[in-house]
Each structure stands twice: as C-alpha cells, then as structure tokens.
C-alpha cells in the first residue's frame, strides 16, 4: 500500500489532565502516515485520484481544536477516525500525537502516543425468540448503524429457524448482516453486548432464550481466540441458521481456518435448522 506522510504538524491546543492545561493550552505536534492507493494519481497527475495533503492538515487542525480531551489518546482516535471518515480512498492510518510540553518533573524531549486505525469487514449474526422478534432485530441494526465507529452495509433476509441445543424454546428469527468497523474486535464485541442489554438481552442459560443475540461469526481474514472472544465463531460452520443468510451475502468469503467458502460449508451441512425466510433484508 502506498502512503502519504505528514511530518510533525505543529498545533495549538487545549488537551491535558491538568486545568491549566485545559485553560492555557500548548503546542502539539502531529504525525500521520495515510496508506491508500496512490498509483492512479502517479499516471494520471491528478488530484482527484489522492489525497490533498492540505486538506488532511486542515482536518487534523480543526479536531484538535473543536474539542479538549484529557488524553491524547483520546485525541489521537478522534483523528484517526475522523480521517477515516473523511476520505473512503484512505485505507488505514498510523497517527502520533506528541506532547513536547508535557507537565513532567524531569528532562525529557517530548511525550507521544501513536495508533494505527483502518477499516474492517466484520459479518454480525442476528438472532432473537423473545418478544416482537423482527422489531428487536430491526432496533439492534440500526443501532449499530447509528454508532459513529460502524456502519451497517448490508443485512441479509431473516430466517424463522428451530432452536440449536436441547433447551426447548420458540423458533428463532436469525440472519446476518455485514459491518464495516473501527472498533478492534474486543471493542466491538462490548458494543454488541450493549446494543444486546438495551432490547432487554439477560444472560441465564446457555443456548436458551433471548432477545436479541449479536455474535461476531467473521473479522476481515482474522484469527483471533481471548477468554471472551474467539473469531471465527467456533461453531459456525455447523449452523445453517448462520451459513444460509451469510451465503446470500458473500458465498465465497473462505473460513480463514477451514479454508472452505460458505457455499461449500453450507453444502456440507446435514443437520438443518432452518424452516423458511421471513423477511427481506436491505442494504445502506
């Protein structure tokens, strides 16, 4: 990937855990490296094609400027996002803010703290047996859509299913919808169990009734396993309910362990659970 680098941008502002810091402010200094593809630009010598660099120092003046934050982490994922945001041709970044005037008793140069943010795929299961199920799924969505780090691509049809495991319960409504994110996995995983809490989700039995459920089933091309989180879901190349409504989406994403594509573990299925679809999904 290609990049444009700005080097040191030298910014007043009012950022600090101290009030006076708040109060009289001091100089900042940025550094952001923007990885986009730059090859069209080069043949064409055309702006339209890149990124104004001008443009880009403009944005990171007016955020450090609007709002003061007590950390420069804070600032620092104000930017980068916002970046982002700003310019789909922009595929990630890797921004440092530094603190030349930080308050610290002893000799030092400066301070700083860098990230690296970039877009993600994330595929979102959906799933719901309690209460007005079609609505709960409907407010979950567009709660996620309405979060400023996602945005909800697509959503496939929903799917009446009969319930996984041996709890009996009522059929389950179940699809799946295509996110494109800044949270890192582990962030986007509170994010869901938020939305979850709000449409009344309470956790008491394994596999037994739910409001709303949200389960991360893809990250990108991501292998990821933590004490809360495993990616990809461990169980989804089992469940139809799953593989059925991600098939109508993307049939040739490719499990990044099994390295088969959900057309071909859909195929692989014996054991079904879906009876029928129930609604038509959309797109934004």
Known sequence: MDEIRIDNLKVYAYHGVLEKERKDGQF??????????LQRAGILDDLNASVSYADVCEWIIEMMQEKKCLLIE??????????????????AITLEVRKPEAPIDAEFESVSVCIHRKRHTAYVAF???????????????AALDHDPMCR???????????PYGEVKQNDFYNGIMEVETYYEPEELLRMLQVIENEQGRVRTVHWGPRTLDLDIIFYDNLVYDS???????????NRDFVLAPMNSLEPNY???LLHLTVAE???NITDTYVLSETKSGSSN
């Open 152 to 162: 909800v691509v697509k959503f496939s049809e929903i799917y009446r299913s009969i």
């Open 127 to 141: 799933g719901s047996n309690e209460g007005d199920s079609i609505n709960l799924i409907e407010t979950g969505i």
């Open 227 to 237: 004490k809360t989180l495993q990616i990809p879901h461990p169980d989804a190349h």
């Open 74 to 91: 804070a600032v620092a994922e104000k930017i980068a996002i916002g970046i982002l945001k700003r310019s789909e041709q922009i595929m």
């Open 265 to 267: 573990m859909l195929a």
């Open 28 to 37: 900042f200094y940025i550094n952001a490296v923007l990885s986009l593809n």
């Open 254 to 256: 490719r499990h990044p």
